[in-house]
């Protein structure tokens, strides 16, 4: 569902080291998800998506993990640099009920150089 | 890939004016479009569905008198924000899908940072 009105939790890293970004969606019946990037003043932007019949994913550099038992996603940042400052958004792309993004509560992801 | 255009991207206005916000799809027709809201340090919030040719459909809690949609063309959305007042002040950030409906990537505008003073 959606989550309005609570403020972003907040990830501080290591340049180098791996991120955990994880997200938590509340229905069952969700079959298709996006990870998406939005730095400062701008945007969302495609990351990496997952459908439910799989339970991982991975890009470049990015991986994505599905449980569809407790209804959670995680994005994973393998060797995090500084330009991956950004706050990180999960949603629920409800393209079958007219395309409509839910997008979750965001993580924001600070890497210390 | 597709390109999403918002005008403006900054705006401040005074209390109790009208503010419009424009999305364009540059490259692509987009039957339906979206309008989210983003206050500071929180998540995007979908305002409504603006749907080419027929009236927006709106999330539970917007009002519709508030904030006019207008998707006269296959290229354009328009957002107002009627009598404007300091809580409305937010972030409001336009995507279309390409092609539209479908099981198809959406994009996203650049968004519009709106100061009501």
């Known amino acids: 569902g959606e989550n309005v009105g609570l403020h972003l939790p907040t990830l501080s890293v290591q340049e180098g080291d791996n991120s955990i970004i994880n997200c938590a969606y509340s229905n069952s019946a969700s079959d298709y998800f996006i990870w998406y990037k939005q730095e400062s003043g701008k945007g969302p932007q495609f990351i990496i998506d997952i459908r439910s019949n799989m339970d991982k994913r991975q890009g470049q550099r990015v991986t994505v993990l599905l449980n569809k038992t407790v209804k959670h996603l995680s994005l994973q940042i393998a060797a995090t640099q500084p330009g991956d400052s950004a706050v990180y958004f999960c949603a629920e792309d409800l393209y079958n009920q007219g395309g409509k993004l839910i997008f979750g509560q965001g993580t924001e992801l600070s890497v210390k150089p | 890939g597709a390109v999403v255009s918002q005008h403006p991207s900054r705006v401040i206005c005074k209390s109790g004016t009208s503010v419009k916000i424009e999305c364009r799809s540059l490259d692509f027709q987009a039957t339906t479009m979206f309008w989210y809201r983003q206050f500071p340090k929180q998540s995007l919030m979908l305002m409504a569905t603006?749907?080419?040719?027929?009236?927006?459909?709106?999330e539970q809690g917007v009002e519709k008198d508030k904030f006019l949609i207008n998707h006269a063309s296959l290229t354009l959305s328009t957002l107002t924000v009627t009598s404007a007042h300091p809580e409305d002040s937010s972030f409001y950030i336009c995507s279309a899908r390409s092609p539209a409906g479908g099981n198809t990537e959406a994009f996203f505008g650049q968004g519009t940072r709106l100061t009501v003073v």
């Open positions: 603006s749907n080419e040719g027929s009236k927006a459909t709106y």
